[in-house]
């Protein structure tokens, strides 16, 4: 079979695997015959590039508009002036996406990493052998181009190439209509042809970037000094994730891959920092679904001389800022909801939303007996059974009841201190601590606190927790230099740590945390091992 004969696109329809192995070596014969003459397009180590495709469109469309302006009624003037445009010499490289085959002229359109162009051909301009070579060409093969912009007569600013060179082969047939449209699993174990075949998809992981940049000017404008903190430890901490274990073999020591960066910041407010945070990649050897990967990135930060209601105010402005300038408005569309990131947000305790949402007050419960019979009347399930106790119960209710009820961006607060290890309690009522977190589309995207300075009861929260995770089999440990840093002592601090996978979701309206991450973590295939 053969794959000369080129159409709009590569390939029209999903083809076998044995039809793309013949197109392979059919490829792979062109290449050995350019070998053979000397011509390895992979010998070639650069290509002086002068404009990207957009670059290229826009300053034409400009240069054509001020000429017409200019010139007004005086055709004459017009066209001599859109002549002399073409005295400019351009240079571009890119990947071939498509081609129309019109015998000696050709249109090809070539994709740079800024937009796609169309390059006119004709074996008049470029030699009659290069013409014979050129036609050998691949979709997909990588060229440069030599020549100058213009507009055809259908409207189309475009390339008419003088010289052109194969900067590198592309031995594997390009899929324009990629059937990894349809199948997810195949576009994410193949991002880079992911990438080549839809834009917008690149367009997702441009404003990724966009966002991370904007998250840091805002913390840096603010006096947050960026830091970095090992992401392997020595301790299997007692927080409720599981941890990657690596062996180092120097040390014949077991390691961690970090769960969170929260300790070693909390350290350096110790040593004298007001103001830190943390870009940090983290690895939970937990399950995977929509909204969680064993990998991820959250974004920490810690402020001295504040407390959690300084972080809600922080948080809430910081969304709405890079909201505004990533998208342009504080109101945005997820998944075909209206979310409106404009403050104020709305703030209630745990109690008043369990109280709202599932028509239950805490307060009423006098007992641990009284939460656990009114859990049982409403055919609510405590993971803690008959250990439960009033404030296990109420997050049972709040799982329940509440957290799919939070579209619209929420800030819960006052949680129990069952669930809240490192945060403060309340100094009124010492069941709750100073901790909150909010929602938006029915997902926690952020948790802070009030952070615990208190090493004495800091330590007694941590064994507790430890206690809990060695009798799931886990060999958790109290991180005891952490307790000795508390111990010099800790200024009253606020902390707050989200999820920056979950932000870019939101602000490119993605379905899933792998439409937002370059490569996800997949399942090994059987011809993977």
């Not at 073409?86 to 937009?115: L, P, Q």
């Not at 990657?244 to 910041?265: K, P, Q, S």
């Amino acid at each position: 079979m053969s794959d000369e004969i080129k159409t709009e696109t590569a390939l029209e329809e999903e083809i076998s695997q044995e039809e793309i192995n013949g197109l392979k070596q059919i490829r792979i014969d062109k290449l050995n015959e350019l070998k053979s003459k000397g011509e390895n397009p992979y010998e070639i180590t650069s290509y002086d590039v002068t404009i990207k495709n957009a670059d290229a469109k826009s300053e034409y469309e400009k240069a054509e508009a001020k000429i017409i302006a200019e010139a007004g009624d005086d055709e004459e003037a017009k066209n001599a002036a859109l002549e002399k445009l073409k005295e400019k010499t351009v240079r571009i490289a890119g990947r071939i996406v498509s081609w129309r085959d019109m015998g000696k002229a050709n249109f090809i359109d070539v994709r740079d990493g800024s937009d796609r162009i169309q390059v006119y051909i004709r074996m008049n301009d470029i030699g009659e052998d290069t013409f014979a070579e050129f036609k050998k060409w691949d979709i997909g093969d990588i060229i440069g181009i030599e020549g100058f912009v213009f507009r055809t007569r259908r409207g189309e600013v475009s390339i008419h190439a003088k010289e052109i060179k194969l900067l590198s082969k592309s031995l594997l047939p390009l899929p324009e209509k990629w059937h990894g449209l349809k199948d997810r699993d195949q576009r994410y174990r193949q991002r880079y042809v992911d990438l080549i075949c839809n834009p917008d998809v690149k367009d997702t992981f441009t404003k990724r970037s966009l966002i991370l940049k904007e998250i840091r000017n805002y913390l840096d404008e603010r006096g947050y000094l960026e830091v970095d903190t090992p992401v392997l430890h020595t301790l299997e901490i007692g927080a409720a994730a599981r941890p990657f274990v690596t062996h180092h073999n120097a040390l014949n020591l077991d390691m961690y891959l970090r769960i969170e960066t929260e300790l070693y910041l909390k350290r350096l407010i110790v040593g004298g920092f007001d103001k830190v945070y943390e870009v940090g990649r983290i690895f939970r050897n937990e399950g995977m679904d929509t909204s969680h990967n064993p990998e991820f990135t959250t974004i920490e930060m810690y402020q001295a001389y504040t407390d959690y209601h300084g972080m809600m105010d922080l948080i809430e402005d910081m969304y709405v800022t890079i909201t505004k300038k990533v998208c342009g408005s504080d109101v945005i569309t997820y998944q075909g909801t209206e979310i409106n990131m404009a403050a104020p947000w709305e703030r209630l305790t745990m109690v008043e939303a369990v109280k709202k949402y599932a028509g239950v007050d805490y307060n009423d419960w006098t007992t641990d007996e009284d939460a656990r019979a009114c859990a049982k009347e409403k055919g609510i399930e405590v993971d803690e059974g008959e250990n439960a106790t009033k404030g296990h119960v109420l997050i049972a209710f709040f799982d329940a009841f509440v957290e799919d009820k939070l579209i619209q961006p929420t800030i819960i607060y006052d949680y129990p201190v069952e669930n809240s290890p490192l945060a403060k309690r309340k100094p009124e009522n010492p069941a709750f601590t100073e901790r909150f977190e909010y929602f938006i589309y029915c997902r926690e995207m952020g948790n802070a606190f009030s952070e615990l300075n208190d090493p004495i009861d800091q330590k007694e929260r941590f064994v507790r927790q430890v206690e809990a995770k060695r009798a799931q089999g886990a060999n958790a440990e109290v991180d005891e230099d952490f307790i000795t840093a508390l111990e010099y002592g800790m200024p009253p601090t606020g902390g707050l740590g989200f999820g920056l996978d979950r932000l870019v979701m939101l602000l490119t309206d993605s379905g899933s945390i792998r439409d937002v991450l370059l490569f996800p973590t997949m399942k090994s295939l059987p011809n993977d091992k």
